[in-house]
Structures are given as structure tokens and as C-alpha cells.
């Protein structure tokens, strides 16, 4: 099993100190990744209709006066102060941004940290913020696939070019390119749309906060989008992100929670189920310093035994 942690770059009181310890401190422990997520400006709460999809409610956790660094300028940061550990979005919202610029800054992300980058993008949930960003929010599906079609021609073409509905590029130079060929890319999502685009597009699904009925499912999904287009679906990863909650305070369900035993039983059920890499969301009290010492006892206690 691989590991990831979520860095703590949202909610109250980020500090780059915060950052740079979990960095650091999740390389020390042979953790596979280190994470971020995306939202840029939000309306605020009694604005948002849009429902997160993955809550019973619809409501989403974090509210809109906490503090929520920029994904890419943080995956950036993280990179300069490690030298090792893998850097990915959990998820970049790709409908949010133009692009040819996006391209630019996670071609940059990944020639300044020796080739480190995986590019987890999903579409988005709230239509909201999508139009605060003067963003179309209509067939972002279909927009989202086009931007992974021209990531792909500006990383991997000397020439390149795309001629699509949504976006046009004339032939262009654009360097330097990524270290890696390809960049990894983790497809988001809870829709057959995602499943599709991950067949299509993806190195490998990136699950969230799921039971575990759940993820068998939309795996099971995946593969047969793969197998419709005649994709081999091992050659793709499933992955999850779960809260790592010792204090029992989220839903048992879309955590790795309680005991050191009950840690490895849910661990065991995952891994039977085809998951791979696990992104480790740490839940617990005391702050910053709580959370991390949540991902310490973890790594040195449950992992290796699990």
C-alpha cells in the first residue's frame, strides 16, 4: 500500500511552518505523496445551492471564512522544501482555470521538483464559485476532457497544436516541458462521466470518502469503461482519500479510525478491494500539531503492520 497525507494548508491559522513540517516530516516517514485540494473564492454560506456529493446533506465540512492557500502555489512551496515525495492535487478543478496557463505552472511544478507531480483533477461541484470565477459551468465535463487532451499536446508534442469545440491553440512552442512523459494523471469523481474520463484519460481513480460498498462499485465501474474502449483496467491504480481519525469523530465509514487493530482491519478491507494508494486526511484534536502527530503514530505504528 502506498500512503499519502494531506497537507495543512486549509482551514484556521495556516502557517508556511505548518506546511513545510508535514512536508518534511511525511518524506521522513516514506510516505509515497504529499496533498492539496482546490477552491479559490467563495460566495458566501447562505449563497452556496450547489450540493457536495460526497456528504448525505450536501453540506461541505469547511466554511468559506477559513483559509484556503492556492493548490498549485502550494504544491510549488512544498516541492522546494523536499526532495522526494510525490506532489499531487486531490482534486484540481480544471473548469476553474484557462488552460495554457495551468499547463505552464504544472510544467513548471514538475521540471522544479524532479519530475514529482501527479495531476489529480476532477470537475467541480459548486456552480457557484465556478461563476464568481467568470468560468462557464456548462459542459465542464466535456471542457475538462479537452483541457486533458491539450495538457497532453503541450507536454508531449514539439509542435503543439489542438483544434477542439471549447479551446483552439494554433501551432506553439512550449518549454520546457514536464520531466515526466507522461504526467500521471488521477481522474475525481463519483459519475459515470468520471469513470469514462478515467478509462480515457487517467494513470489511475481517485476515490474520496466513500464506504467501502461504494468504491467497489465505482471501481468496478471504471473497469468496464476501460473494458468498452478495449483499455486494459490494469493498467490503471484506484486510490483513495479517507480520514485518519484515532479519536473516532468522523463518520467509521470514510475513515481508517480507532484502534491500532480496527486501523488494520479497515486497511485489509481496502486493500481486498483494490486499493492501492491511500491519501490520508488526518482528523484530530489539538491543530496542526494534533494532526501530525495523527500521521506520525500512524506511519510508525499501523502502516508497516496493516
Excluded at 491519501?279 to 503492520?305: N, Q, W, Y
Aim: net charge negative; hydrophobic share 40%; glycine share 8%.
Amino acid at each position: 500500500m502506498q500512503w499519502g497525507v494531506h497537507l495543512p494548508h486549509l482551514g484556521n491559522r495556516v502557517t508556511a511552518e505548518a506546511i513545510v513540517e508535514f512536508a518534511q516530516e511525511a518524506e521522513r516517514l516514506k510516505c509515497h505523496s504529499i496533498w492539496v485540494s482546490d477552491h479559490v473564492c467563495w460566495p458566501k454560506l447562505d449563497a452556496i445551492e450547489s450540493r457536495y456529493p460526497y456528504s448525505d446533506d450536501g453540506e461541505f465540512a469547511v466554511t468559506p471564512d477559513k483559509d484556503w492557500l492556492d493548490p498549485i502555489g502550494t504544491m510549488t512551496f512544498a516541492a522546494a522544501v523536499t526532495s522526494t515525495v510525490k506532489i499531487g492535487s486531490s482534486v484540481l478543478i480544471l473548469p476553474y482555470r484557462q488552460p495554457v496557463v495551468t499547463a505552464k505552472q504544472l510544467a513548471t511544478l514538475d521540471v522544479l521538483s524532479g519530475g514529482r507531480l501527479i495531476l489529480g483533477v476532477g470537475v467541480g461541484w459548486m456552480k457557484e464559485e465556478a461563476e464568481l470565477l467568470g468560468m462557464p459551468w456548462d459542459k465542464r465535463g466535456k471542457r475538462s476532457d479537452e483541457q486533458l487532451e491539450l495538457f497532453k499536446q503541450l507536454f508531449e508534442s514539439t509542435t503543439p497544436q489542438y483544434d477542439g469545440k471549447f479551446y483552439q491553440l494554433p501551432a506553439v512552442e512550449f518549454n520546457p516541458k514536464p520531466v515526466q512523459s507522461p504526467v500521471p494523471v488521477w481522474v475525481g469523481g463519483a459519475t459515470r462521466a468520471a469513470f469514462k474520463r478515467t478509462a480515457r484519460y487517467g494513470h489511475a481513480f481517485h476515490a474520496a470518502f466513500q464506504p467501502l460498498h461504494v468504491i467497489k462499485q465505482e471501481w468496478e465501474a471504471v473497469k468496464a469503461e476501460c473494458e468498452a474502449i478495449n483499455r486494459d483496467p490494469s493498467e490503471l491504480a484506484l486510490s483513495l482519500r479517507v480520514f485518519l481519525d484515532p479519536g473516532s469523530l468522523m463518520d467509521p465509514e470514510l475513515s481508517i479510525a480507532g484502534s491500532e487493530q480496527a486501523m488494520a482491519d479497515r486497511i485489509g478491507a481496502l486493500r481486498e478491494a483494490g486499493v492501492q494508494h491511500i491519501l490520508l486526511d488526518p482528523v484530530a484534536r489539538g491543530g496542526a500539531a494534533g494532526r501530525l502527530d495523527a500521521i506520525r503514530h500512524f506511519m510508525t505504528e499501523v502502516s508497516e503492520s496493516a
